[in-house]
Structures are given as C-alpha cells and as structure tokens.
C-alpha cells in the first residue's frame, strides 16, 4: 500500500483539484483507492458529492475502528473510496500511524472486508504545520502543485529546507507545474529557472490552467469523468503514470 | 460485512416500470447504463441442477456464461454443450462443478437477455445504491427479470431500503424453483423423487394407486431422453420409477384383489424387461476405465475389443428399446395405465385395501425385518451363498418399503434406520455385483464366434482374466457379510425399528 499526500504551505495551489483527479485516475487502473478529505471545508468530498460525515468531528473518532471503516463512502466511480471531511489532527496522527501499520487493528478490519486500499491519497488542507511532519513520515510520496511565481519558488524552497533540516527523505518529494499558464512569460521564466534549481525534484508533467479544471465545481465530477478527452485530463494521466514510475509501482 | 451477494430476486417485467419512476424516500432512479439485447440458449440437466444450485448457464455467440443471474463467468464455447467433461477448459467448466458427471446438459429453452442498470440518486447528484436488471424475454411474450440490488460502501440506509423495496415487488413472484416455468411455455419440472401425499390414515389402496400415479408420469418424462439417447441418466431414472411402482405392487399385497395384482405385476414386469440389456450395457461402458485399471497392460487390446463388441451391442440394444417406446402400442398401454391409477375406480381391491397406510406399513416393514434377522442368524463363513442371495433381496424389499413409507413418518427417524441398511446392502450389492458380472462374461464368452479370428482371443484372454477377478471380489465381498450384518444389527438400530415399526405389538 502507498501513501500519497497532497500537500503545500501555500492555499489555492491546486492541491484538491490534483487530490481528486489522481484519486480517479488510481482507481481507473485498477488500484483500490482512498481519498482522505483532511480539508475541513471538504472540497474534495463536495467534488464527489459526498456530504460531510457527521460522526466524523466527534473526538476519539479513530480509535474506534468499526465507527472508521463505517464512515468510508463509495463515490460513483469502481474501486475508488470516499473519507469524508472533518477530523481533528490529533485523530489524524493516529490514523496514519494505523494505516502504516499492518497489524493494526484498523488494517485489519480493512483486510477482513477486502477493502484494504492499494493507495491512500491525503488531500491535505493548507496550514496543517502542527502534522505536516508526520505526514512528510508516514507517506511514501508529497505530491506538491507548484504555481510557477516567484512566491511559490520560495514556498517550495522552504519546504525542501524543512525536509533537509528535519532528515526526511528529500526523495519524497515530487513538484510539479500546477495552473501554468503558456501565454504568460514570467510562468514560462520560472519555471526554468526552477527546473534548473530543482531537477528531480519536479516531475515532467505539468497542469495547465484550465477551463474544464475551473469548472469541476460545478460538474461535480473529476475531469477525466466529465470530459475525457480535454488537455487538462491528458495532462492528469501524465501525471498519474509519471507519479507511478517514480514511485516504483 | 461480507460481501457474498445475496440471490438476485425474481420479478414480473411489468416492476421495472413501476421501479424506474418510484422514488426511494429521498432518492430518484436514473437509468445509468443500457445493455444491447442478445438471444441466448438456457442449457441446464433435464432435472435442473443447474437452477437449484441458482445459476443459470446461457450460451450465445459462441460462449458459454454461468452465473447467479447477473455477476457471471464466461468461457469460449464453439459447440452447443453436453457433457460438461467434454467441455473447451475455461472457468464456466470449472463452475460446473454441480453438474453430475453422468447428466448431459440440454437446452430448457431460448431468451432474449437484456441488463438494465439503475442508480438511486440524492440531491448532491450522489449515487447511494444501485441495480441491476437482467430482463428474460421469450418470443412468446413470457418474460421475467431478475433483481440484484448493488451496495455502495457507506450508504447502508438506502440499499435496506431498496432491498425491502426489491422484496416487496418480489413477494408475490414464482421465484428461483419456477424460473423455467415462467420463461419458457410448455416447460415440465422433472424429479427423480415425485412427491406423493399420504397420510398415516390414507386407506392403504389409495397410497399404492397414488405411488403409481406419481411414478407413471416420471417413467414418461425418461421416454424422449432414452430414445434421443441424450445421457444414461433417463433409462436409469425410467427403471428406478417402474421399480418402485412393482415394488410397492407386490409389498403392499393384498390392497388388489388376486387377480389384479397378478395383472399388474406381469404388465409392469414386461415394461421393464427390455430395458435390462441397455442398463447392463451402459453400466459396462461407463466404468470402461476402471476395468482398464483391474488389467495389465497386455490384456488391453482384448479389453478394447470387447468394449467395441459392447458398443455394437449398445446401440442395437438402444434402437430396440426406442423403437419400442415409440410404437403405438405402447404409448396407449401407458395412457391407459395413467387413467387407471388415476382415477382408481376400475382396479379391483382387495382385502387390505381398507388398511391404515401407516398401520400397514408399520406390519410390512416390521415383519420384512424380522426375516432379515432371521435369515442372516443363520449365515456363517460356510453357509451356501443362496443364503446371502437371499438376504439380499430381503435386503432390499426392506429398502423399497421404508421409501415408500417414508412419507408416513419423521424424516429423521427414517434417515437414522436407512443409514445402517444402506451400508449392510453396499456389501450384499457388491457381492452380487460379482457374482452377476462373472454370470455375464460367461454369457459374452458364448457369443463370441469362432476361436480362428484373432481378435476373438484376445477377447477371451481378456474375459478369463477378468472372470477370476470377479470371483476374488465375489469372494472378498463374502467374507465382510457376517461383519457387515452385526453392524447392522446393533442394539440401537434394534431399538429404532422396535419402536419406530412395532410399538404396540409383539415383543422383538
Ligand atoms: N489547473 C487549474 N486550472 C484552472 N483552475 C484551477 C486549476 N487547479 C485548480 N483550479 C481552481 O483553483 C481553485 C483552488 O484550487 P484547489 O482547491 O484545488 O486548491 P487547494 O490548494 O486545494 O486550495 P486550499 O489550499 O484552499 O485547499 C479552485 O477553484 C480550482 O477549481
Ligand atoms: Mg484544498
């Protein structure tokens, strides 16, 4: 099982619009999938038109097994499971350190419906600095959508700071272009400089700014459901077979 | 919660119009997807074992499918199927694990297939429950459709109540049992176990005619399967049904006047007498391999030979009986003994026509066991084997009459004193097994022609060897009768049939 966690320091750079879309596109190859909304707005889970769990605020929530494995959803799409929104961080840690570990009471349960998941995708709301470590440690992969400013050079700077400085795995991390625009020469600027600074760090792939991607809020629907054959779903697939191959999977 | 998928529930057609405009509480019904139709061939045994282990296996474009309605497996199939051993390998094949080996499968009938899927919607626009529908149509109009209500992890509320809703639509339909019935005109259920209704007082006359009755109609659902030759199961299921029928004729003695019975014994006895040879023939061919296993090597030819003298045999002894079971002349005889056990009035009764069945059967059942006992008292090591012979057909004349009874006491009485009889009869059957075989190799032997065509001795070679194995099991068979008798006659099996057969009466 791999972990993927979506995640920036930065809000509104595309982390749920990636969450959701690779989610899909796991699952569409045949990997049983599990996006955790950790988002207490729950934009991931409102993409799935999923609604909000109630029992999932209640405290010591994780620690009852059966009450987790209760609240998973399955969204509309084959193999591709929903954790809704709204759970304390504290619960969060726990919940990470019983998904990694395979005699857990919790992988067990999993293991006994057959539904463990072959991917665990974290669609990471923004500020979570109290966690982000235990994330950065408990996932095998931190998808982070770049947008090619300046501002975002730097945000991306300090977190590869965070991980050498904190003996994490810089080798985790996997940035990519996130909401590029062509047209505009300074995305085109960065993102060579970047590109020379970073090196392996970015990944290839890159997702342009899109209508179809702006509009998912109103489809409801990730964009290689409601429109298959636009650039920004070939440019998901890219990403999601190129995640993969770094991956090792 | 595991997921074993419950049975797909059987509904009319006219239900998925209510079910595409019926609202589920808070959820509406969208069509989600739209199969094509395709026609299909349902292919099951003669008796159904395919439907009641509820799966249906259908064949179209070349493939076969089984599944419980819905989910199903498929495998290439070029050839309409028969036997499933001569089945392509694939998992359909594998499936069919419920299918006996000696039943050929036979087309029930032909369907247009049709699956519909409808998803139940919230008012996010989320999906919360699904179904599935496979709609059966057959040319005549019949149809049906089968239901499976599909879960979405989380959304336990609305599959309870879509599945209630399924129930409800369903409540009234014939269900899985009737699935033929339902789809295609003209359709017969067939069992090899005809139910007949008696109960303990039923005048004793009245329960033979309705054994009769029940068994006569069986004997004539075998016919078209002995003379399409389609597997041996049906002359087999034909001899068992006339059996009974002679049976319980000359156990219940005396329910028809003299005469009658002697009428009736010798009118289903010459039913039954061409169908020997077929029987015997069809048993040599189908344990083929077994005797291939009894011989060395160089006895093979002589043993392919033979078989291939058997197979001639075969299909003369076949085309003899079926020539028989399609002449006039027999077709009136059979309606004419349906009428009379039917209706009843023109068979003569006799003095215990008036009996109480269970009385009755109680005294015949009690009386044939205590001749058992008797019988094998006497047997030793050295005893002639006319006395196991005997014991045998004592054997056996108990077996007829406690199945036939059986529906006059509890079941699991029943069971508990056939058991110990059943294995006491596996050895007397086997011993005369031997016994006859070696009968029959001697018989074949004459036939065989002049000893100058090679082929012929080799035969006999082959014949002589398999003589004396038959005389060591006739002889190993006989040495286990005295040991298998005391097994069965333990204290408790005493008991059981004391107080089963003979509560009131005479102490044992
Ligand atoms: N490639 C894109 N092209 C066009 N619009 C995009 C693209 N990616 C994201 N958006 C839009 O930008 C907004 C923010 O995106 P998203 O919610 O995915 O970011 P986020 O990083 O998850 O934000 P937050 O930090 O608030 O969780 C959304 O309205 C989304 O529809
Ligand atoms: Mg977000």
Redesign the pocket.
């Known amino acids: 099982m791999k972990i993927i966690a979506?995640y920036?320091n930065?809000?509104?750079?595309?982390?749920?619009?990636?969450?959701?879309n690779l989610a899909h596109a796991l699952a569409k190859t045949g990997r049983r999938t599990l996006l955790c909304d950790l988002?207490p707005?729950g934009?991931s889970s409102f993409y799935f038109r999923v609604k909000p769990s109630k029992k999932l605020s209640e405290a010591a929530f994780f620690k009852d097994v059966e009450r987790f494995t209760k609240s998973i959803r399955a969204s509309d799409y084959e193999q591709l499971d929903i954790l809704p929104a709204n759970m304390s961080f504290r619960d969060f840690d726990i919940f990470l350190a019983r998904m990694r570990n395979s005699r857990s009471r919790l992988k067990k349960a999993l293991r006994a419906v057959k539904n463990d998941y072959d991917t665990v995708l974290l669609?990471?709301?923004?500020n979570i600095s109290t966690l982000s470590e235990n994330v950065f440690r408990a996932a095998d992969g931190i998808v982070v959508?770049v947008i090619p400013t300046t501002l975002s050079q730097r945000t991306f700077e300090q977190l590869q700071d965070f991980f050498t400085s904190n003996d994490l795995q810089i080798k985790k991390l996997h940035g990519f272009f996130?909401?590029?625009q062509g047209v505009k020469a300074l995305h085109g600027d960065t993102m060579k400089d970047m590109r020379k600074a970073y090196g392996k760090r970015l990944m290839q792939a890159q997702?342009?700014?899109?209508?179809e991607?702006?509009?998912?809020?109103v489809h409801r629907a990730p964009v290689l459901a409601s429109a298959p054959k636009s650039a920004?779903a070939k440019a998901y697939q890219a990403l999601h077979a190129e995640l993969l191959d770094r991956l090792g999977q | 919660m595991p997921q074993t998928k419950p049975l797909p529930t059987v509904l009319p057609t006219a239900a998925i119009e209510q079910l595409k405009s019926t609202h589920l509480g808070k959820l509406y019904p969208r069509t989600l997807a739209q199969s094509e139709a395709v026609d299909a061939v349902f292919f099951d045994t003669f008796d159904g074992h395919i439907l009641q282990s509820h799966h249906l296996l259908t064949w179209h474009r070349g493939h076969l499918h089984l599944g419980t309605g819905l989910q199903e497996m498929a495998q290439v199939c070029p050839q309409s199927p028969g036997f499933v051993a001569d089945l392509p390998q694939g998992p359909v094949k594998q499936g069919l694990g419920m299918v006996p080996p000696l039943r050929s499968l036979m087309a029930m009938g032909a369907a247009e297939i049709q699956d519909l899927t409808l998803a139940y919607i919230d008012d996010e626009g989320k999906t919360q429950a699904r179904l599935g529908l496979r709609i059966l149509t057959h040319d005549s109009g019949a149809s049906l459709c089968l239901a499976q209500p599909i879960a979405l992890r989380g959304y336990t509320k609305a599959i309870a109540e879509l599945r209630a809703h399924i129930h409800e639509l369903g409540a009234n339909s014939p269900g899985w049992p009737h699935l033929y019935e339902t789809l295609f005109p003209g359709w017969q259920n067939y069992t090899a176990k005809p139910q007949v209704d008696m109960a303990p007082t039923t005048p004793a006359i009245e329960m033979v005619n309705a054994v009769i009755a029940a068994h006569i109609p069986m004997m004539r659902q075998n016919e078209a399967g002995i003379i399409a030759d389609i597997d041996t199961e049906f002359l087999h299921d034909y001899r068992i049904a006339l059996r009974k029928i002679r049976s319980v004729i000359s156990l219940f003695s005396g329910v028809y006047g003299h005469q009658q019975t002697a009428d009736l014994k010798s009118e289903f006895s010459a039913l039954m007498a061409p169908t020997g040879k077929l029987r015997d023939l069809d048993v040599y061919l189908l344990t083929r391999s077994d005797y291939a296993k009894l011989l060395p090597p160089d006895l093979h030819p002589g043993l392919a030979h033979m078989f291939a003298r058997f197979s001639e045999h075969r299909a003369a002894a076949h085309a003899e009986l079926a020539q028989q079971l399609q002449s006039p002349a027999y077709g009136a005889q059979m309606k004419r003994l349906e009428k009379l056990f039917k209706k009843g009035k023109k068979l003569v009764a006799g003095p215990r026509s008036g009996a109480p069945a269970h009385d009755f059967a109680c005294s015949l059942i009690w009386k044939h066991y205590r001749k058992i006992c008797k019988i094998a008292a006497g047997i030793t090591e050295t005893t002639p084997d006319e006395q196991v012979h005997a014991l045998r057909i004592q054997c056996k004349k108990l077996r007829y009459l406690m199945e036939i009874s059986a529906p006059l006491f509890r079941k699991s009485d029943m069971k508990d004193v056939i058991r110990p009889l059943k294995q006491l009869q596996d050895t007397l059957g086997q011993f005369n097994d031997y016994c006859v075989q070696q009968d029959n190799l001697r018989a074949f032997l004459g036939t065989l022609g002049p000893a100058e065509r090679k082929e012929n001795i080799a035969i006999a070679q082959t014949v002589g060897a398999l003589i004396a194995l038959m005389h060591q099991g006739q002889i190993a068979q006989r040495a286990k009768v005295e040991a298998s008798f005391a097994a069965f006659n333990s204290t408790k099996t005493q008991n059981s049939f004391q107080t089963l057969f003979n509560s009131q009466k005479e102490p044992a």
């Not at chain 1, 930065?10 to 959701?20: D, Q």
């Not at chain 1, 669609?123 to 923004?126: I, Q, T």
């Not at chain 1, 991607?213 to 809020?217: A, K, P, S, T, V």
């Open positions: 979506c920036s930065k809000g509104g750079v595309g982390k749920t619009a990636t969450a959701v988002d707005q934009a669609d990471c709301p923004p959508p996130s909401m590029v997702i342009p700014f899109a209508s991607i702006e509009r998912m809020g920004a």
